[in-house]
């Protein structure tokens, strides 16, 4: 059987992108996969694919390459609509709304049409009007499969299938590092400006304590000012982006997440995979979904003292070593519900009801 994925652009550094691009690397052990990228804007992908997996590109953005279509939007569906109706293949994974919608116009009849969603349509009009020739829409989530069901009414089935983490063996943490981690993109909507104030509380507390930050974006001239601020410079460091988070996050003890309304948890996954507990604001919709008070992290309410209360939460678990092992056990366990191998036993049944 043969698989297309359809992403914006497989190069980037988010966690739909490493979703997926686990996902193929874990159907390619036993189909025929190819990843089809929109846009490539660079040699190599951000996060690692399996061998076996195909890259394809649309359109080449890299710097010095002859581009074959001229800058533009328009262009770019002219160019995607002449993939799409010469695709050769099974099923088609799309995993974006704007790529499900032209999958829906213009992939092959014949080809099984899936739309893998994380978040909600900024547009829903054209969702509503032409999800409805798609075979399927897959959510990473139940609570988002309810949504999805509610906005298309009527529309394809909503299935609910989690994220992949990488097939294991993960890095396990030994829990004995005195570091916070957090990782992600340096963005307004993650707030990690919350997590540095709420760690200034922290190291008043307990100055032999660190707090790493992975990533990077449009925040880290704001953030690295912040930390000036708050005169945090031996407690906060700012590590950059590396596509090993797991590995970074195998060296802490407690992983933290303040994010206001994420609609993707796969850095709090993989600080499970490596036993590591995580505390989340209980708003935040990604961590919400996968974080369990007492089994596996901390959710801690938002709003008024949120700051002291994150605090709080963190010096608990910095205090209470056996606690924080107890809760690893749980992310752990957690985790492994969601390893690539068992994720793609997962659609590959959903794909063979489906055909």
């Known amino acids: 059987m043969k698989i297309s994925l359809l992403l914006s652009s497989a190069y ?22 190819e990843v089809i990228s ?20 649309v359109i080449d953005t890299r710097p010095g390459v002859r581009h074959l279509f001229p800058k533009g939007q328009v262009r770019t569906e002219v160019a995607l609509w002449r993939v799409l109706r010469n695709l050769k293949c099974d099923v088609l994974i799309t995993t974006r709304p704007g790529l499900s919608v032209q999958s829906a116009r213009h992939a092959p009849r014949e080809v099984l049409r899936i739309a893998r969603e994380w978040g909600r349509p900024a547009v829903p009009g054209p969702v509503k009007r032409l999800y409805p020739r798609l075979d ?3 959510t990473a989530t139940e609570s988002a499969q309810e949504e999805w069901t509610r906005l298309l009414d009527g529309g394809p089935a909503v299935h609910a299938v989690p994220d992949a983490l990488p ?10 590092n005195r570091i916070v981690a957090a990782g992600g993109r340096w963005v307004p909507a993650k707030a990690y400006d919350r997590l540095v104030r709420a760690f200034a509380i922290v190291a008043d507390k307990r100055p032999d304590w660190r707090l790493r930050l992975y990533g990077g974006g449009s925040e880290e001239r704001r953030l690295r000012s912040l930390v000036a601020e708050l005169d945090l410079h031996n407690h906060v460091y700012f590590m950059g982006t590396t596509p090993d988070l797991a590995g970074e996050f195998a060296k802490s003890s407690i992983v933290a997440n303040t994010s206001h309304s994420a ?15 995580v505390v989340a604001y209980e708003g935040a919709r990604g961590p919400a979904e996968y974080v369990a008070t007492g089994y596996n992290g901390v959710l801690v309410p938002e709003g008024g003292v949120e700051l002291e209360l994150f605090a709080a939460a ?6 209470d070593e056996r606690r924080r092992r107890s809760l690893a056990a749980g992310a752990l366990d957690t985790a492994i519900r969601h390893a690539a191998d068992e994720v793609g036993e997962q659609w ?3 794909i063979a009801d489906l055909r």
Do not use: Y
């Not at 550094?13 to 189909?31: E, F, I, K, P």
């Open 12 to 33: 980037g550094m988010r966690g739909d992108v490493r979703s997926s691009l686990n996902l193929a690397t874990a159907l390619s052990q036993r189909h025929e996969v």
């Open 167 to 176: 097939s294991a063996p993960w890095p396990r943490s030994r829990m004995d």
């Open 263 to 277: 609609d993707l948890g796969m850095t709090v996954l993989e600080a499970m995979g490596c036993g590591v507990p």
């Open 348 to 350: 590959e049944k959903l």
């Open 314 to 319: 963190l010096l608990a678990l910095i205090d």
């Open 136 to 138: 399927a829409v897959v």
């Open 38 to 57: 929109l846009r490539r804007p660079k040699e190599k992908p951000f996060f690692p694919v399996g061998p076996n997996v195909t890259m394809r590109t």
